[in-house]
């Protein structure tokens, strides 16, 4: 969905250049000189908003999105049923959604020690026996940490969900709103996908709620193809 006109102007530049480029809704020397912009909202008044545009995101529009995308039903979570030993984001519903030829979305959460883990959650009880914080875990702390509804399977890292995938299906890759929770910010989590996704021939795609997060993996991972997820902006 086209991001609202109301929405910061570097989310809108990172996401949908091209497009409003080709309306005349913000000139291409506007942008290239990283000045602010009066963006239109959705009744086309002007918005009234003007804030600097970066550069370097407006020089490189992200990839198309692969057709994959819009071609296979996506499983969410992956293909998970606590019921059958696949839990969501864990190892097994990963293997089924390959088998099933579905693609996979997976969400993001950042490890004590740096890492990318595939896990929705903030906190671990409703998806392991344990408490408190995934960013408060280590890496090795999360692979010991089995996930409620599996047989024994652990918390993945992103690498070992790319390894698992290896390109067969296309992969959206939620990265969590870090900013969420005490101590968290962007950049960090940012970093560890952009570095596994580097090496990955794949398709693939990341996407976050977090405006400031998209715009991140913009300048990190330019040819990754980004987008904004969103509610209703008020």
Known sequence: ERVERRGAVRQFVALRVEDDVAHGLISRE?????????LPDETGEAGGLARAVDPAVVDHVPAALPASFLRLPIAHRALHDAGAGRPENGPAAIRAAVQAGYGIEIDLQMSADGAALVFHDYDLDRLTAGKGLVRNLGTAEARALALKGGTGETIPTLPEVLA?????????????DQSRV????????????????????GPAAVMSFNPDSVAEMARLAPDVPRGLTTCAFT
């Open 182 to 201: 005490s101590g968290g910010t962007v950049g960090p989590l940012e970093a560890a996908t952009a570095a596994a996704l580097a090496d990955y021939a």
């Open 30 to 38: 506007q942008l290239q000189l990283g000045v602010g912009v009066d």
């Open 164 to 176: 698992i995938v290896a390109g067969r299906v296309p992969l959206l890759i939620e990265i969590k």
